[in-house]
């Protein structure tokens, strides 16, 4: 019964790390979670741009993963 649970909260850190690169608040993370394939459209076709922060989220969550430039 744990498996879910902590399924739902690593898509919801996933969102919210996704709304922080493209400049978004904490507003727009909630709207990816309730309406999802809405606000991910609005990321894909809308004028929001993606910001590096690769490097700050590899530095908090000390994670191997590629560095963007």
């Known amino acids: 019964m744990l498996i879910p649970i902590v399924n739902i909260i690593i898509l919801i850190i ?3 790390n996704l709304s922080l690169s493209f400049g ?6 909630v709207g990816l979670i309730l309406l999802g ?3 991910l459209h609005i ?4 004028d929001a741009k993606l910001l590096v922060m690769v490097k700050q989220v590899y530095l908090k969550y000390r994670i191997k ?3 963007w430039q």
Request: some cysteine.
């Open 14 to 16: 996933v969102y919210h």
């Open 24 to 29: 978004k608040d904490g507003g727009f993370t």
């Open 37 to 39: 394939f809405i606000f």
């Open 43 to 46: 990321l894909t076709i809308g």
């Open 65 to 67: 993963a590629c560095i």
